[in-house]
């Protein structure tokens, strides 16, 4: 079982530009969430997809969107980047309705310069 | 406003000594807790959980206790072992067990010393 995996796992971007990470649950899991982890905090909740729609959303902005394909596997694009998007960015899996506890993949770390 | 607070940033404890990591919430709706530890270059992992309905739950060398009145969770290790050297996040969720929005404390650095 290859559990979460995030691709890629380090960026570099300019500001203003936009960035797609992605994410494939783990298997048996329909459900994922992604979360950003700046320094020195702990993981924010951006949003969440089940039956490629978003579920459930945190505080951030419009700029922050995603997409779910028909295999559960996710894509969160950040448009117009900034230097404060500059963090690790975590994908979670879990199963709609059951279980314990999601499963996070290693992340991606984007930096804007 | 922090709604899941972990107060101390880090620990130092000896080896085969307990371990006690200690997390604070506001946030009355929250109905199920996480501890996740985290190695550097790694995605959390979970370690254990509780439901509200519970006040301990145990496995293995780990146990956390939930007091509910006091808004308030530890996570005990018992005996710690230098493996165990790792950032420990609490998170919360509620109303959605696992598969709801977790909420996030800050985290806290456990050094164990052999």
């Known amino acids: 079982d290859a559990g979460v995996t995030q691709s890629p796992t380090h960026l570099i971007k300019t500001r203003g530009q936009q960035v797609t990470l992605r994410c494939s649950p783990k298997s048996g899991h329909d459900t994922v969430s992604w979360y950003q982890q700046a320094l020195g905090q702990g993981p924010q909740f951006i949003f969440q997809?089940?039956?490629?729609?978003?579920?459930q959303r945190g505080n951030f902005p419009d700029r922050f969107s995603g997409h779910q394909f028909p295999n559960y596997s996710s894509e969160l694009n950040v448009n117009a980047l900034l230097l404060g998007d500059s963090a690790l960015y975590l994908c979670?899996?879990?199963?709609?309705?059951?279980?314990?506890?999601?499963?996070f993949g290693q992340g991606t770390r984007l930096t804007v310069v | 406003d922090q709604q899941v607070k972990q107060n101390s940033p880090s620990l130092s404890v000896q080896e085969g000594r307990i371990s006690i990591l200690n997390c604070d919430y506001t946030n009355s709706m929250f109905d199920y807790f996480l501890w996740y530890k985290k190695y550097p270059a790694e995605g959390p992992t979970f370690l254990i959980s509780?439901?509200?309905?519970?006040d301990k739950n145990e496995d293995g060398r780990f146990t956390v206790f939930l007091n509910k009145s006091a808004k308030h969770l530890s996570l005990h290790i018992v005996p710690s072992q230098p493996g165990d050297s790792a950032v420990y996040f609490c998170?919360?969720?509620?109303?959605?067990?696992?598969?709801?929005?977790?909420?996030f404390g800050k985290g806290i650095t456990l050094s164990v010393r052999p």
């Open positions: 509780i439901s509200s309905i519970k």
């Open positions: 998170a919360a969720s509620a109303l959605g067990g696992a598969n709801s929005k977790l909420t």
């Open positions: 979670a899996s879990s199963v709609q309705g059951g279980g314990t506890e999601a499963f």
């Open positions: 997809y089940y039956e490629e729609e978003e579920r």
